[in-house]
């Protein structure tokens, strides 16, 4: 239906009144009637071309100006717009629509207004019963914006929302027969007012006072308050959903379903739902069900939508495929709705892209392709979160944020890969004969009276993170540290390790196995062989008696396919056949493991069956597989063809069969969706945080720690070891995305490793162990400041900006001092002079093994209540660590001094965690 426009004319001294009713009816569109019993000096006139609505004038002094405009209004869709202007005082305008009386029980409304000019004084919206008695009566003073603004008038059990006083809402079961809007103006300007989005959405379903741009036709099916709409006329295309009350609308630019082939000469073909060679069926399967069919030179697919009170789903389906092999099905940014001043887009990294931005936003990124983020886009609409998400790692997921027009809108969509994309063998075999996407809804998840970023990662999280059930409470309680320095040997290590008494550790070795190349520890062969660091069986009595584990650090996706004697089965090809190159490691091209056929021939799982008899690794010790979780690339060998769903399958794979066949606990340099549930650690959840600095965003656009609120309690995730880099790492920082810290040990081992461990230990890892197993449900932020609430009832508190933060659990405040180890220290973290009273009764002596412990000026008392005193000043003695920075183009190692912490532990006691 084309757009209608009244303009009115208005002379001196005159009020225009204009009544507009409508009536809802079943079996077909609106029709529009004069309200009754209101005198009528004007024509009558059709306003649409298929007089979808018709407008009656009150006043015979108002001038009529007929026009259609094509495009579409503030919402984006068609609306029916009152336009006045007001030279004078007293100018205003009314609005009646008259409809079937509705129960409210739980409905909201939304009006749009647009003002320019001085001022437009009030907005008055009577709710009147079908006896025509008024229900109530709300009225908004002062709109004076220039821009379009909603106001969203909800009706329930929790009152009116927006500019309504809530004495004056509704009570659910009130029946309203009529609604009349008005506005008026006493000083120079205009208004306009749509009513596209005017229309109320119950649980009985929805009840259209306007068709809101929606077609006007019934749905094609519908559940409760969702139904779709698809255009038969274009191939049955998706033309339009509500879903739980939200009008979703395609891009014009795009159309959905478009389907992507390859023909048996290996030419891409592209074919939209709307091209004339498919033959296409659509069928009812029930009230909430139906399914399209295309068929065309023998290829048929099946689209099935279920439509669900909170959620529409599609699967597509592969029935038969004959010359036309199906790559993708897609659209692009086919789902789109409006954005109100307080909305915004949410890309799962933890971008909010507010409405408005400086320019067009868009997001665009293939499944699993990055080693930080889960598999959907979302936007929060006022008091709902709207998800679109692909059910399957096989896809590209698009997200579009713009101005049109006068309005702010967010457009979703996803692709599903039914093969690896961009494949060219016809020969390929299909991967998946059934893919799916789903657009669902969230609201208040955490009940704390708001809907925002942190609702939608709790929803995520709840609805499609499988949590991890066999966390490790040894990686849990340890400091970790990745050991790339190959000249060492087991006895050094395990030295260290023995010397490191305030906690266990979990280490990582590289040189446990020769690498195809001295210099590249990255490169391994297949030939699995002993390393540099030697045996590590006699020691491995030693290493259990501290409550270690060492582990190794192994290479899994990139191999030294031409030096490494690689056996063919186990590289990757890419779109043309040849070896899938990976990156170039000192002068050298690596390649991609093939998992698929790894595990098809079985000849991944013996090789490494050999890795776990040559470097000694018992049940407990931990590996680290290099890039394991962070990219699941494709695969092109035509007979076992991969893409990110099959490929994150096969990695699935290889995490459970180490862990729970072997007892290994299972690290990763990321936690990626589709393995959090098998690999216990995840090096990398974010990356970055001193270029990043999310504390510190600014509109139009926020940074926010989304993927803490998602993976916390659910597996165990780290941050980028590039942190504690720095002179003086942002301990409040890392502590604001709790997450567990690794390092590197080359720089510093092994004369200031102690001192590393202690620092990242007691200023981090202490803290983190407290809240691990915790999942998130709150985190509210003002200035920089966090305050992260956890299941358990325990706080965090974190203000990376300046630099502090505590943390209160059981009814005790870490504020300046630390939680006790799983060896039964603590440690004391405030600089200069400090007095603090401990919250303990424990008897508590200076550990052992203190660096520069006959230096300290400290001293450790009882109160009379018995709690420990400790006073004093022990940062006079500063610690020295190594710091690596790049000084003319090359890597610099130089001594600085940094913060000390002093070590405490309980006199004649075991050791135990408070």
């Given at each position: 239906m084309t757009r209608g426009r009244l303009s009115l004319g208005l002379p001196n001294g005159t009020v225009a009144a204009l009544v507009l009713a409508v009536a809802l009816r079943g079996d077909g569109p609106p029709t529009a009637y004069a309200a009754g019993g209101v005198p009528s000096a004007g024509p009558e006139q059709d306003f649409s071309d298929e007089a979808a609505f018709r407008i009656k004038v009150l006043n015979g002094a108002v001038k009529l100006n007929r026009h259609f405009e094509e495009k579409p209004g503030p919402t984006g869709k068609p609306a029916l717009t009152l336009s006045f202007d007001s030279p004078r005082e007293n100018a205003g305008a009314l609005l009646r629509w008259r409809c079937a009386p509705a129960v409210l029980d739980g409905q909201v409304f939304q009006v749009y207004l647009e003002t320019h000019g001085e001022r437009l004084p009030y907005l008055t919206v009577r709710f009147l019963a079908p006896n025509g008695k008024q229900v109530c009566r709300h009225t908004y003073f002062g709109a004076t914006s220039a821009n379009w603004q909603p106001f969203t008038f909800a009706v329930g059990e929790k009152g009116a929302a927006n500019f309504f006083d809530p004495k004056g809402g509704f009570s659910a079961g009130q029946k309203v027969g009529e609604i009349s809007l008005e506005l008026g103006g006493d000083a120079g300007g205009s208004a306009r007012v749509s009513v596209s989005d005017f229309c109320l959405v119950g649980s009985s379903g929805t009840q259209q006072l306007r068709t809101a741009g929606k077609p006007e036709r019934e749905p094609f099916i519908s559940s409760g308050d969702t139904a779709l709409w698809l255009e038969e006329k274009?191939?049955?295309?998706?033309?339009?959903?509500?879903?739980?009350?939200?009008?979703?609308?395609?891009?014009?630019?795009?159309?959905?379903?478009?389907?992507?082939?390859?023909?048996?000469?290996?030419?891409?073909?592209?074919?939209?739902?709307?091209?004339g060679r498919w033959q296409t069926e659509a069928r009812k399967l029930d009230a909430g069900r139906a399914a399209v069919r295309y068929s065309c030179s023998g290829t048929t697919l099946e689209l099935t939508y279920t439509a669900k009170s909170e959620s529409l789903e599609c699967r597509v389906s592969v029935i038969e495929e004959a010359d036309l092999r199906l790559e993708c099905v897609g659209g692009g940014t086919v789902f789109g709705t409006e954005l109100g001043p307080d909305d915004y887009g949410i890309v799962p990294s933890g971008l909010l892209v507010r409405p408005a931005p400086d320019k067009p936003y868009a997001f665009n990124r293939r499944g699993n392709s990055d080693n930080t983020v889960p598999n959907f886009t979302a936007a929060r609409i006022g008091d709902r979160v709207f998800f679109c998400n692909p059910l399957t790692y096989s896809h590209s997921m698009h997200l579009k944020v713009q101005r049109a027009g006068e309005t702010d809108l967010v457009y979703m969509g996803t692709t599903l890969y039914f093969r690896p994309n961009d494949f060219r063998d016809p020969k390929t075999k299909l991967v998946h004969r059934e893919l799916a996407?789903?657009?669902?809804?969230?609201?208040?998840?955490?009940?704390?009276?708001?809907?925002?970023?942190?609702?939608?990662?709790?929803?995520?999280?709840?609805?499609?993170?499988?949590?991890?059930?066999?966390?490790?409470?040894?990686?849990?309680?340890?400091?970790?540290?990745?050991?790339?320095?190959?000249?060492?040997?087991?006895?050094?290590?395990?030295?260290?390790?023995?010397?490191?008494?305030?906690?266990?550790?979990?280490?990582?070795?590289?040189?446990?196995?020769?690498?195809?190349?001295?210099?590249?520890?990255?490169?391994?062969?297949?030939?699995?062989?002993?390393?540099?660091?030697?045996?590590?069986?006699?020691?491995?009595?030693?290493?259990?008696?501290?409550?270690?584990?060492?582990?190794?650090?192994?290479?899994?996706?990139?191999?030294?396919?031409?030096?490494?004697?690689?056996?063919?089965?186990?590289?990757?090809?890419?779109p043309d056949g040849n070896w899938h190159k990976y990156y170039v490691s000192r002068g050298k091209q690596l390649y991609y493991k093939d998992n698929i056929r790894g595990l098809a021939t079985g000849k991944l799982k013996e090789h490494y069956e050999t890795i776990i008899d040559v470097v000694r690794l018992e049940k407990g010790d931990s590996v680290q597989l290099d890039t394991f979780a962070a990219y699941a690339r494709p695969g092109y060998h035509p007979d076992y063809p991969a893409t990110p769903q099959n490929e994150t399958e096969a990695k699935h794979e290889i995490a459970r069969w180490l862990k729970y066949e072997h007892g290994i606990t299972v690290g990763a340099e990321a936690i990626t969706e589709g393995t959090q549930d098998v690999v216990d650690?995840?090096?990398?959840?974010?990356?970055?945080?001193?270029?990043?600095?999310?504390?510190?965003?600014?509109?139009?656009?926020?940074?926010?720690?989304?993927?803490?609120?998602?993976?916390?309690?659910?597996?165990?995730?780290?941050?980028?070891?590039?942190?504690?880099?720095?002179?003086?790492?942002?301990?409040?920082?890392?502590?604001?995305?709790?997450?567990?810290h690794w390092d590197w040990s080359s720089v510093a081992y092994p004369k200031y490793i102690y001192e590393k461990a202690a620092r990242t230990f007691f200023n981090c890892h202490a803290f983190w162990a407290?809240?691990?197993?915790?999942?998130?449900?709150?985190?509210?932020?003002?200035?920089?400041?966090?305050?992260?609430?956890?299941?358990?009832?325990?706080?965090?508190?974190?203000?990376?900006?300046?630099?502090?933060?505590?943390?209160?659990?059981?009814?005790?405040?870490?504020?300046?001092?630390?939680?006790?180890?799983?060896?039964?220290?603590?440690?004391?973290?405030?600089?200069?002079?400090?007095?603090?009273?401990l919250p303990i009764k424990d008897d508590l002596e200076i550990l052992p093994s203190q660096p520069h412990r006959e230096k300290l000026d400290v001293t450790i008392s009882k109160t009379d209540e018995g709690f420990v005193r400790v006073a004093g000043n022990f940062s006079k003695v500063p610690w020295k660590q190594p710091f690596l920075f790049n000084?003319?183009?090359?890597?610099?190692?130089?001594?600085?001094?940094?913060?000390?912490?002093?070590m405490l532990r309980r006199r004649n006691e075991s050791d135990g965690v408070r």
């Open positions: 274009g191939g049955h295309s998706f033309s339009g959903a509500l879903v739980s009350g939200q009008w979703l609308h395609p891009d014009v630019t795009a159309s959905y379903p478009v389907f992507t082939f390859v023909d048996s000469g290996g030419k891409r073909v592209t074919l939209p739902c709307r091209d996407w789903r657009i669902e809804l969230a609201g208040d998840v955490n009940g704390d009276a708001q809907v925002d970023w942190v609702d939608c990662g709790l929803a995520y999280r709840d609805r499609y993170i499988k949590p991890n059930r066999d966390l490790s409470a040894s990686l849990r309680d340890s400091y970790i540290f990745y050991h790339p320095t190959k000249n060492d040997s087991y006895e050094k290590i395990v030295r260290t390790i023995e010397r490191m008494d305030f906690a266990t550790g979990h280490w990582w070795v590289k040189g446990a196995m020769v690498t195809s190349d001295r210099e590249a520890s990255e490169r391994h062969p297949y030939k699995v062989e002993r390393g540099p660091v030697g045996d590590k069986a006699p020691y491995a009595a030693r290493i259990r008696a501290t409550g270690s584990r060492v582990g190794i650090y192994y290479g899994h996706d990139y191999i030294d396919a031409k030096d490494g004697n690689w056996p063919p089965e186990l590289i990757k090809t890419d650690f995840g090096s990398v959840t974010y990356k970055g945080l001193d270029r990043w600095k999310f504390w510190k965003s600014k509109l139009p656009r926020q940074s926010v720690p989304l993927t803490t609120v998602i993976y916390h309690g659910s597996t165990y995730c780290g941050v980028s070891w590039y942190e504690l880099r720095k002179k003086t790492p942002n301990w409040a920082a890392l502590m604001a995305v709790c997450g567990k407290r809240i691990a197993d915790h999942k998130i449900v709150d985190i509210d932020q003002e200035g920089t400041a966090y305050t992260i609430t956890f299941e358990n009832g325990a706080v965090l508190w974190t203000d990376p900006e300046e630099k502090r933060f505590w943390l209160q659990e059981n009814g005790i405040r870490y504020d300046g001092f630390s939680p006790f180890s799983s060896k039964g220290v603590m440690a004391i973290l405030k600089q200069g002079d400090f007095d603090i009273t000084k003319n183009k090359r890597e610099v190692t130089e001594e600085i001094d940094v913060e000390p912490v002093l």
